[in-house]
């Protein structure tokens, strides 16, 4: 959703990372590939962040570049590839030997630190299957491979003299996703992406024209253990409890960015690269990654009916320490009312339990109203019976939910974990112990890093001030109003 926001000024519409889409009755996640190109185009009008001759690199979406790589939203339009970029790289023998290297060495550093966290019982853990298999595989690719790509590839721009350049390095993020926020091995990702930026920084002063470097991280990440470390079940789980017996709830409690990012580069290089060795290569990891989605053997659910397993009675989807739950027998959105008539436990069951913060729904009579175990925000009119639900995840928390309650595919219950400010810590709806996607915590507090002489006015609120905020330092800065 904030990429959408940042390159395009507009991220309506994409209430979570996944959805449940009424309309169409199926589950969107804003990293498909197969859907990424028809949500860049609904959201874009043509005068993206990067419009008239910018670059992506390792983005979900283009923002209208001109020249693309790796980004997810154009790797099935065979006119966005660029295969010069690919070829330069992995022609070079020092690039490929160091980045081999580099590649190798991470993934025995992943298992060496994965060893020490346990040997010393480092609490919150994953277990092995989230920090085995494919995952050493996808954490050297996002920290090695894609950070040099996409800093090779920036430096080509900048020597190109290309007005403009966005790159995504999610190095630290997938680190902290499984490993934890403050994790020795997180901070050393950021350790090497700060030297990455000193080149480009350094590249500048060659370049044929100026250039100013932005470093934006446009969320952050809040730690603890997830729900189902916590209290033994997940929220998919939990809803199921809250049911009756012949009410089959579903739900995808893992968002697979890393396996998502992962897909994208290997696609990109299939197509684009020429050498044999190297394309063989990508194939076959990009086999062992269709491989790693598998359920493993023993996380299998129980065998249902074929229509129940494509169409549950409800689904319960997780985005971090949001939690979107949608009732598919009913078209149209679910009110409280009605909710609380068809399904009497579930409101008051996720309300009172210990995990979770808030719920979100609309009321027939009061319109968004947030449930907490011990108070209700009417958010129509800012009213608050007992105490306050929101007390804890921020002054602009009021705000955030009405955008949210506006989209036309909003859930019928949305949920948000609790937030402990005293430990800081709040719980996944998935397996990651480093999570964003909610409220609650650093996960919202992101920051832009930009020059002095680049002016900022006023106060930077969602994803879209950032579009608003850079393409007129690039409107300014193309037509001379500023050095």
């Known amino acids: 959703a904030s990429q959408a926001g940042i390159l ?5 519409e994409i209430p979570a990372f996944r959805w449940y889409d009424k309309a169409s009755r199926k589950i969107i996640a804003s990293s498909d590939t197969k859907i990424l190109p028809e949500i860049e185009k609904e959201h874009s009008d043509g005068n993206g962040l990067l419009a008239n001759d910018g670059a992506s690199r390792g983005n979900l979406l283009s923002g209208d570049a001109k020249y693309v790589m790796t980004t997810a939203s154009t790797i099935t339009d065979p006119k966005k590839f660029h295969t010069s970029d690919f070829q330069a ?35 919150p853990i994953l277990d ?31 020597f190109a003299g290309r007005p403009s350049a966005y790159a995504t390095f999610v190095g630290y993020d997938e680190i902290a996703h ?7 091995g997180a901070f050393k990702a950021l350790r090497k992406l700060d030297k990455n930026f000193g080149r480009l920084a350094s590249a ?19 730690g603890g253990a997830t729900f189902l470390q916590r209290y033994g079940k997940s929220l998919q789980d939990f809803v199921q409890e809250l049911m009756s017996a012949d009410t089959a709830v579903g739900g995808e409690m893992t968002t697979d960015e890393g396996n998502n990012n992962l897909t994208v580069l290997l696609s990109d290089i299939m197509q684009n690269e020429k050498s044999g060795i190297t394309k063989s290569a990508a194939k076959q990891v990009h086999k062992q990654v269709v491989k790693s989605k598998r359920i493993p053997t023993d996380e299998k659910p129980p065998k249902k009916k074929d229509s129940e397993a494509e169409h549950p009675d409800v689904y319960a989807l997780a985005s971090g320490n949001l939690g979107l739950i949608s009732f598919t027998k009913w078209p149209e959105r679910m009110t409280l009312e009605e909710i609380n008539e068809a399904f009497p436990a579930v409101i008051p069951g996720l309300a009172q339990h210990e995990g979770i913060g808030f719920v979100m729904v609309r009321s027939e009579q009061n319109g968004p109203v947030v449930i907490g175990a011990n108070g209700i925000y009417y958010l129509k009119d800012d009213r608050i019976e007992g105490e306050n639900p929101l007390a804890l995840f921020g002054p602009h928390a009021a705000d955030h939910l009405r955008r949210t309650d506006s989209f ?51 106060e930077l609120v969602g994803a879209a001030s950032i579009y608003h905020l850079a393409k007129g330092w690039l409107n300014a800065l193309q037509n001379g109003a500023s050095s």
């Open 204 to 222: 500048i002063a060659d370049a044929p024209r100026p250039y100013h470097l932005v470093v934006l991280s446009d969320h952050g990440q809040t």
């Open 408 to 458: 036309s595919n909003c859930p019928d219950i949305l949920v948000n974990s609790f937030y402990d400010p005293e430990k800081d810590e709040g719980c996944a709806f998935e397996e990651l112990i480093g999570f964003h996607g909610g409220l609650g915590g650093t996960q919202t507090q992101p920051f832009i890093l930009h020059p002095a002489e680049l002016p900022v006015d006023g």
């Open 8 to 12: 395009h000024g507009n991220n309506s």
């Open 128 to 158: 092995k299957h989230h920090r085995g298999g494919i995952y050493p595989l996808i954490r050297a690719t996002m920290v090695v491979l894609m950070m040099n790509l996409n800093i090779y590839t920036l430096l080509g721009d900048l």
């Open 89 to 123: 790289f992995f022609a070079n023998p020092y690039n490929a030997a160091r980045t081999l290297l580099q590649f190798i060495g991470d993934i025995i550093e992943e298992k060496r630190e994965y060893r020490w966290a346990r040997k010393n019982n480092i609490q």
């Open 178 to 184: 499984h490993s934890g926020i403050t994790d020795p």
